[in-house]
């Protein structure tokens, strides 16, 4: 077989390479089109997405450095043409395999690639050595695949390395005119790591954003059902019970009946205000008033509340997580304990507080919190808590049920603030 057959042949195999990769990359484009329009009608973060990966396609065109070499083989101009044409066809096919390994992290780490990179290298000197001239580019192409597989703190000595390798045999065989082989065989190593480099990092970083977005989402859908749970479940078990109070007297005392009716437009009116202020994300409860409210709670609903409050002033912060367990805690007890007697405590010291209710119920109201498990009730709460540096433990007692929380004391500063940003804006 000729020369020029063989040259055809190769010729038709590129032509054949190059309808494949325009077909691939009209696929690519309808699929991140597709992906593009995905994200825009499911409002992704301000951005977009982040476009197809890179792949060894970038690096292909840079193989036309080494037409000099190939056109000296046409032009018969290279001794032993059979070793030239051998030694470029097995060049080309082991850029093409590393440039291809190199934009995958574990495939470039791999063994294979390695080795690869080795061969070409040797294989460049080989060449470089045997015929000089134009094949001495074979050394930039070389640096290309260098800096695109050699990444971190040996990309430096490598690259170094390399180009002093081909300024050495560049000046054996072409003079000083081997310092141009020397700086491009350099300047194509480091560039093109830099870039890939810098390509990988812009991608993860674009990642890292979507994943903190998603986060955020979902921590704010937890915020959101946690606030709707503690908000409906007090609201709605304080209207069962003064229902059933104002149906209770409506037969003996009219009066006292209107007046538990009057109760309940007032705690709807304001569980209105409340679930507007969970949806906007800025709700902040006060003790003093959650306590008032738990005293009126447990009065319609027949149990005598017994309140108790000690200690220097609460950080709204503070006030605001301790109002919530009071109203879980007297919200379980209203529905659940069947109790006569419900005692709310509040002792606090200038480093630490302690809320404790207790009812002398039959000791079920509810399931005790589990560690690392979310989503409603006093689980929900110990998640605030231990956010918050604090904790809360909630079981039956000797006679009835005891929810205790503690917290320590958060002044207010704006470090106190970012605490408990997670409820206030997810």
């Keep these: 077989m000729s020369v020029k057959h063989r040259v055809t042949c190769r010729m038709v195999e590129l032509r054949d390479a190059r309808r494949e990769w325009k077909a691939d990359r009209d696929v690519w484009k309808a699929q991140w089109r597709a992906r593009d329009k995905d994200a825009e009608n499911s409002g992704a973060p301000e951005g977009g997405p982040m476009g197809p990966p890179p792949n060894g396609f970038a690096l292909l065109p840079w193989l036309l450095m080494g037409l000099g070499a190939f056109s000296n083989l046409l032009q018969g101009k290279t001794a032993n043409p059979w070793i030239g044409g051998i030694g470029l066809f097995v060049f080309n096919s082991l850029y093409v395999s590393v440039v291809f390994q190199a934009f995958d992290k574990r495939r470039r780490e791999a063994r294979y690639t390695l080795l690869a990179l080795i061969a070409m290298g040797l294989l460049t000197c080989g060449l470089a050595i045997t015929y000089g001239g134009s094949w001495l580019m074979f ?106 109070a104002a149906r209770r007297l409506a037969h003996r005392d009219l009066d006292a009946a209107l007046t538990q009716v009057s109760d309940i437009e007032s705690v709807g009116r304001q569980a209105l205000t409340e679930i507007r202020e969970a949806v906007t994300g800025y709700r902040e409860g006060s003790l003093t008033t959650e306590l008032d409210r738990a005293r009126s709670a447990l009065v319609a609903a027949g149990i005598e509340p017994v309140v108790r409050q000690s200690g220097p002033p609460l950080a709204a912060q503070t006030e605001a997580l301790l109002g919530w367990v009071v109203r879980e805690a007297v919200t379980n007890a209203v529905r659940h304990s069947g109790a006569a007697r419900c005692e709310i405590s509040v002792d606090g010291t200038p480093e630490r507080v302690r809320l404790r209710v207790h009812d002398n119920g039959r000791g079920a109201a509810a399931e005790p919190p589990e560690p690392g498990i979310g989503g409603t009730g006093l689980r929900g709460l110990a998640e605030r808590l231990g956010a918050a540096g604090g904790s809360l433990e909630a079981g039956p007692a000797t006679r009835g049920y005891t929810v205790t929380a503690q917290l320590p004391v958060l002044s207010g500063s704006p470090e106190a603030d970012a605490m408990l940003e997670p409820e206030r804006a997810g």
Excluded: C
């Design 139 to 244: 050394f930039p192409l070389l640096g290309l695949a260098t800096g695109a597989v050699v990444r971190g703190r040996r990309l430096g000595q490598v690259g170094l390395g390399l180009s002093a390798l081909a300024g050495t045999i560049g000046g054996l065989k072409e003079g000083w005119d081997a310092l141009n082989i020397a700086y491009g065989t350099f300047l194509s190593t480091m560039v093109t790591a830099a870039i890939l480099s810098l390509a990988e990092a812009v991608r993860e970083l674009r990642a890292a954003r979507e994943e903190l977005a998603h986060r955020a989402v979902e921590q704010e859908r937890l915020r959101f059902s946690r606030d709707l749970h503690d908000l409906l479940g007090h609201t709605l078990s304080v209207i069962v019970v003064k229902s059933e």
